[in-house]
Structures are given as structure tokens and as C-alpha cells.
């Protein structure tokens, strides 16, 4: 059963255009939310988070939305640029992140120049 | 800090093998991860510590998988005997609980383990 689902493999946008990246999950749960990306060969590296308690978040080009009665969240990356190409993952916990994360599979973003 | 670090970064091994993978986490933080990437499951919690001590090890998918932390600045996770199913990327990762919630997690490069 996967509580993080991230629909879209794979997503490919202009740069300089509007990035969305969406990311559904089951589990009501979940307290704590977050963006990761990652790069071939290298570890996940955090974007932004969000708390249950909050509906928006931003910082720089990245804004994380939360819709807590939808139980959806999207990343939006404006404006995309060409090193923002790379596997974006929705990650959720419970207890603020102590019993560890569960991923979604990724979406592969492609920024085309 | 040099970040959470991994050796060794590639591991390739014959089926029936021991394996171990080692970790250090950041200094100062008390929570530490092991995760595993596939193809078929994403990334996906095996175990993990806090402040040392295993807390949930209900992700290791078999008895042939053993984790330790002996210390707060080192892990292993142990496969013993490897199976050619245990092929992935193996990805260790280390927080701080701070103000009722731990802080992002910060991962490591990962073990790209092979066993044939």
C-alpha cells in the first residue's frame, strides 16, 4: 500500500516557465512534509518542508502548497531553470519526522532550454 | 561538516557473501537512517536509531539483514549471506530532534550494492 504517491513520472517544462510537481498521500496522519531532490549518483538533497499546520511555504524559487482536506501537495518552482533538472521526491512523516520519511517514487523533471 | 559519509560508494559481491556497509552520520545529530532505493520500490526505510539505540527495524525485509550502531558517529548494516535480489542503492541518512520535531534528514552519497 503506498501512502505517498507521486503520479507523474516524469515532466518536462521550458525554462524560465512554471514547474508543478504534485504528490498525493493516504495516511491522515502524516504531520510533516517535505520536497527532496536528487541528482544521478548523489544522495537526496532537501528542498522545503512543510508543517500540517501551515498551507503554504516558500523559499526562493520553491513553494510547497498543502491541501490537508484533499491530503495533496504540490511543488512549484518558478521560474524553472536548467539545473533544476533532476528526480524530485514527496517524502512524509508522522511525529515531526522521528519514525523516519516515506518516500513517493519521484518525478523526473526535465527543464528544456 | 562533511555531511553524512558512506563507504564504500560501489560494492560488488557473489550471492552468499557477507556484506557491510558503513555510515557516519553528522556530529551532534541523534537520529540516524538506513534506507535502500529500487526500481520496483522507491526508497524505503529499513531501520533506524535514536541516540544509538534501534527504535523500528520493521522495514529490514529479512533476518539476513542486521543494523548496529556502536556509537553516536557510526553505523554498519550488515547482509549475510547476500542475494542478487539485495542489489540497490543502500542510503544512509542522519537528523536533530529540535522544538518537537526533527530537522530535515541529510543523506549521504549512498552504496550502489551489486550482488551477482
Known amino acids: 500500500d503506498q501512502q505517498v504517491k507521486q503520479n507523474s513520472p516524469s515532466l518536462s517544462v521550458q525554462e524560465g516557465r512554471i514547474s508543478i510537481l504534485n504528490c498525493d498521500y493516504t495516511n491522515s496522519m502524516f504531520d510533516y512534509f517535505l520536497w527532496y531532490k536528487k541528482y544521478p549518483a548523489e544522495g537526496p538533497t532537501f528542498l522545503i518542508s512543510?508543517?500540517?499546520?501551515?498551507d503554504k511555504n516558500e523559499d526562493g524559487r520553491f513553494t510547497v502548497f498543502l491541501n490537508k482536506s484533499a491530503k495533496h501537495l504540490s511543488l512549484h518552482i518558478v521560474p524553472s531553470q536548467p539545473g533544476d533538472s533532476a528526480v524530485y521526491f514527496c517524502?512524509?512523516?508522522?511525529?515531526?519526522?522521528?519514525?523516519?520519511?516515506?518516500f513517493g517514487k519521484g518525478t523526473h523533471l526535465i527543464i528544456q532550454p | 561538516d562533511a555531511g553524512v559519509i558512506q563507504s564504500p560508494r560501489h560494492e560488488v559481491t557473489e550471492m552468499g557473501q557477507e556484506v557491510t556497509l558503513r555510515c557516519k552520520p553528522i556530529?551532534?545529530?541523534?537520529?540516524l537512517f538506513w534506507y535502500r532505493q529500487t526500481m520496483m520500490r522507491g526508497l524505503e526505510l529499513l531501520i533506524y536509531?535514536?541516540?544509538?539505540?534501534?527504535?523500528?527495524d520493521s522495514g529490514m525485509p529479512e533476518d539476513r539483514f542486521s543494523a548496529k550502531m556502536p556509537n553516536a558517529s557510526f553505523s554498519t548494516l550488515k547482509i549475510q549471506p547476500s542475494e542478487p535480489r539485495d542489489s540497490a542503492v543502500y542510503f544512509c541518512a542522519s537528523s536533530l530532534w529540535v522544538r518537537g520535531r526533527t530537522t530535515e534528514a541529510f543523506f549521504g552519497q549512498g552504496t550502489r550494492l551489486t550482488v551477482v
Open positions: 556530529s551532534g545529530h541523534d537520529y
Open positions: 517524502a512524509a512523516s508522522v511525529r515531526g519526522g522521528a519514525d523516519g520519511l516515506t
Open positions: 512543510i508543517s500540517s499546520i501551515k
Open positions: 536509531f535514536n541516540n544509538n539505540v534501534p527504535i523500528d
